[in-house]
């Protein structure tokens, strides 16, 4: 067996920072005593620094070497300086400890980080670091796109704070492989913004994303409509736990690896789509405020997926490879259908299926199960295709008809973010699906705080709860959740 470097023995014999802090700030722990080795880190930290670092371990050498190591790097380091140490460093530190013992740094640093999380989450909301015009706060997800803008940036010479969110997901499902609420995901990024040489920082939003989005999610389909949960994330949540961060680090610039573009009209922020159209995610971005889009940075919005891809293996970067996420995250494998009956009581429960005219055609087992423009699993025999045209959660009744029927000419929106002025006489492009084709429209008043949108060529499967963007010539002028669909009459 290959002996440790005469820097453990050293480390060991005289191990710096072991024992207790009696009141730490900031405390984290890693591995477990089923499986032999344990890490606890504990912190003091004065206006920016770390002013302590000990620790307790119990376990192999290479742990307890890798956490008196962490301990000497630590003490008077800045806490971005402290965000930075990668099981790397460490490894360093102790002379190379060759693979098979790469588990001890990795899980000093693991703890390391479930410290700062702890400490920076309990601070969300407060004001950090002295704010920096050069520093940039950039949402990490643990794929190939954030991992890509992080180092973008980096080569243009900002100063990168890598910000990962711990977000909710149903605990009674594994996570689907392409989601971003897994904790392979939090691993990824960390180890991401190491190899690029930043900060890491790890968020506890798991609270804040499930009430702000998982409740509006089951909320939506409990009254029978389409919500979609990653417009609400970033209109109401990820953004703003995002600009939360970056008060904390002190960094002016929020970014991500999204494919869209911020260009200035009248020297106003305002969103427009990608040069990757098939990659466009400005539909996605619909609802972000003017104070997020001012400070906001898309390093992507003028860049093709498959370059980015290519930027990533030359890179080596440990994303490089990563899979695409998927949309909705956080309700794990099987769908949303055993989600929302795990969730939100949603059981089976019989009704009609009727036409338009209110005709019995057959029976359903949940309103909640059926999609506007769903035409596979319906159940009723039919000469001619039928196509789900609406559910009524108040009499657990799905409507079906022919496909022309689908045919939406107008919706009413509520509550829309506006980022440029509309007049009602222009024409428009309207988006009501992140992958749907636009079509030319109108948007006019509707009472107070209400738009009517009024469509050229209409538009299928239109829902209550989906998200309708608007568009000039490729740049966002606002958007809105749909409250109703087909001919709205005028308000007078």
């Not at 900031?26 to 206006?47: H, I, N, P």
């Not at 002295?130 to 706060?137: E, H, I, Q, T």
């Not at 995002?242 to 690896?257: C, D, E, K, S, Y």
Request: with cysteine.
């Amino acid at each position: 067996m290959p002996r440790y470097p005469a820097i453990v023995a050293e480390h060991l014999a005289h191990p710096v920072g072991v024992g207790e802090i009696a009141a730490p700030d900031a405390v984290g722990e890693s591995g477990s005593a089923s499986c032999g080795d344990t890490v606890r880190m504990q912190l003091v930290v004065r206006g920016g620094t770390v002013a302590d670092a000990r620790f307790l371990a119990f376990g192999c050498p290479a742990a307890l070497a890798a956490a008196s190591a962490a301990c000497a790097r630590l003490t008077g380091a800045t806490v971005l300086e402290a965000l930075a140490i990668s099981a790397s460093d460490l490894d360093g530190d102790l002379g190379g400890l060759g693979a098979e013992r790469r588990h001890g740094p990795e899980m000093v640093i693991d703890a390391l980080a479930r410290a700062f999380e702890g400490w920076f989450s309990a601070r969300l909301g407060d004001m950090g670091l002295p704010l920096s015009s050069g520093r940039v706060a950039v949402a990490m997800s643990g794929g190939v796109d954030s991992a890509v803008a992080a180092m973008l940036l980096t080569e243009q010479g900002w100063d990168v704070v890598g910000v990962t969110m711990r977000l909710w997901h149903d605990p009674g499902a594994a996570a689907a492989e392409r989601s971003c609420c897994s904790p392979e995901t939090v691993q990824m990024a960390r180890a991401t913004s190491h190899a690029l040489g930043i900060p890491h920082l790890v968020l506890d939003a798991a609270e804040t994303f499930r009430k702000g989005v998982v409740e509006d999610f089951i909320a939506g389909y409990a009254a029978g409509r389409t919500p979609n949960p990653c417009v609400t994330c970033n209109g109401s949540v990820r953004f703003r736990l995002l600009a939360q961060a970056a008060a904390l680090v002190g960094a002016r610039g929020l970014a991500t690896g999204h494919y869209a573009r911020v260009v200035r009209e009248a020297g106003e922020p305002v969103l427009a789509v990608a040069a990757d159209r098939n990659k466009d995610q400005s539909y996605m971005l619909s609802r972000l405020d003017a104070q997020i889009r001012a400070r906001l940075m898309l390093p992507l919005g003028d860049m093709q997926k498959a370059r980015v891809r290519e930027i990533a293996h030359a890179a080596g970067l440990p994303a490089a490879d990563a899979v695409e996420s998927q949309e909705v995250c956080f309700v794990g494998e099987g769908g949303y259908q055993p989600f929302l009956e795990r969730n939100a009581g949603l059981g089976e429960s019989a009704g009609p299926i009727v036409d338009g005219d209110g005709r019995v055609l057959g029976e359903h087992s949940g309103y909640w199960r059926y999609t506007v423009g769903q035409r596979r699993g319906i159940g009723v025999s039919s000469a001619d295709p039928l196509y789900v045209l609406a559910t009524d959660a108040a009499s657990n009744t799905v409507v079906v008809g022919p496909r022309e029927q689908l045919a939406t000419h107008a919706m009413v929106v509520d509550s829309p973010t506006i980022h440029t002025p509309i007049d009602p006489a222009e024409t428009l492009e309207v988006r009501v699906r992140y992958r749907g084709r636009s079509r030319a429209g109108r948007a006019v008043p509707n009472g107070s705080d209400s738009l009517r949108i009024e469509l050229d060529e209409p538009a299928d499967g239109v829902a209550p709860g989906q998200t309708a963007a608007l568009y000039r010539r490729g740049r966002l002028v606002g958007a809105g959740t749909i409250t109703s669909s087909g001919t709205p009459p005028r308000e007078s």
